[in-house]
């Protein structure tokens, strides 16, 4: 029942995306700096399936959502050297310093049932077992444990939901609904 985390979502209103409200483009991958001479350039990866990130791929890069095809890409520590066609030498791969890297979300592949792309969980009801509403998810923190869904239940109030079985105990994509047993802190 948990989410696997794709990357961030930009958020976008009215965008003609296949589902009300799901994003069209996720982020996979944050460009840093050149490394060594062939335009090669070092991407955080922002995305928990790295393997779908392949050699001839179409990625968007940039607030402007620029189409680049990569040419090469390898696996460095927690990161990836990548290189884009048409920016052969470090001077020419200079302009992606700092630049996001996206996807379209209608290219994203399904996941196991009782999964969900984080996108998906944002802005669904959560309720308790008797049905009391107890807001919305608003966000979803990245622990190293697990993830925590942020609940805005009113102005100024918030319930931190781990996304664990004992608290998660059902999502319905098909309501947007999720049910939950709040942890009770003594």
Same mark, same amino acid.
């Given at each position: ?19 009300? $409200? ?11 700096? %050149?490394? $060594? ?32 095809? @990569? ?64 807001? %919305? ?5 990245? %622990? ?23 608290? @998660? ?9 999720? %049910? ?7």
């Amino acid at each position: 029942m948990m989410p696997g985390r794709s990357g961030i979502p930009e958020q976008t209103n009215g965008t003609g995306s296949p589902k009300a $409200g799901e994003p069209v483009f996720l982020v996979i991958g944050k460009l840093r700096r %050149t490394h $060594g001479v062939h335009g090669e350039i070092l991407m955080d990866i922002e995305t928990d399936f790295p393997e779908r990130i392949r050699k001839g791929q179409t990625v968007f890069v940039g607030e402007a959502k620029q189409p680049h095809t @990569i040419l090469s890409l390898r696996p460095i520590d927690r990161q990836m050297l990548v290189a884009f066609e048409g920016y052969m030498d470090c001077d020419a791969a200079a302009i992606f310093r700092n630049q996001l890297v996206y996807v379209k979300a209608q290219n994203l592949p399904d996941l196991p049932t009782g999964t969900f792309y984080q996108h998906e969980v944002l802005g669904m009801l959560v309720q308790d077992e008797a049905g009391k509403e107890l807001g %919305t998810v608003a966000e979803i923190l990245v %622990t190293g444990a697990n993830d925590v869904y942020v609940v805005k239940a009113g102005p100024g109030e918030e319930v931190l939901l781990p996304a664990i079985k004992s608290v @998660i105990l059902a999502i319905d994509p098909e309501t947007r609904t999720i %049910t939950a047993r709040p942890q009770e802190w003594n």
